[in-house]
């Protein structure tokens, strides 16, 4: 009788944790690129893929540079869906021959308890 019970509870157990668990959602940084777009101006493209995400899903992306007096970003924080898989920032350098660190953040827009989000820093000369 005891070993019955014991088995309903397990099996129970098991039952109500298999059906609560949440979905993956994940985001994976791709190579990110540093083109020259004109005199004194750049273009960083932040790639992204993932699983388990909508391809409607909102997300938000930034780019910040340091140090400030020899790189300004132009257009960041954006606002993006899954499927459109990059960023573009436009970048002017201020100062040549400088060693710029550059730090994007990419997260989900969504109010779920645990947000999907990565951080990526590269270095590149001016």
């Not at 019955?4 to 985001?27: A, G, R």
């Not at 021959?97 to 000369?125: H, N």
Request: charged letters at 20%; one cysteine or more; a negative charge.
């Amino acid at each position: 009788m005891n070993l019955n019970i014991i088995l309903i509870f397990v099996f129970s157990l098991l039952f109500v944790t298999i059906s609560q668990s949440l979905p993956v959602k994940q985001i994976t940084p791709s190579l990110f690129t540093v083109d020259d777009a004109g005199e004194n101006k750049l273009t960083v493209t932040v790639p992204w893929d993932g699983t388990g995400n909508d391809d409607n899903q909102n997300l938000v992306s930034r780019l910040s540079c340091f140090p400030p007096e020899a790189i300004t970003v132009a257009n960041s924080p954006q606002n993006h869906v899954f499927s459109d898989r990059k960023a573009s920032f436009e970048l002017t350098v201020l100062k040549k021959d400088t060693t710029v660190t550059c730090v994007s953040d990419i997260k989900l827009d969504t109010t779920d308890p645990v947000v999907e989000k990565f951080l990526l820093s590269f270095d590149f000369q001016t």
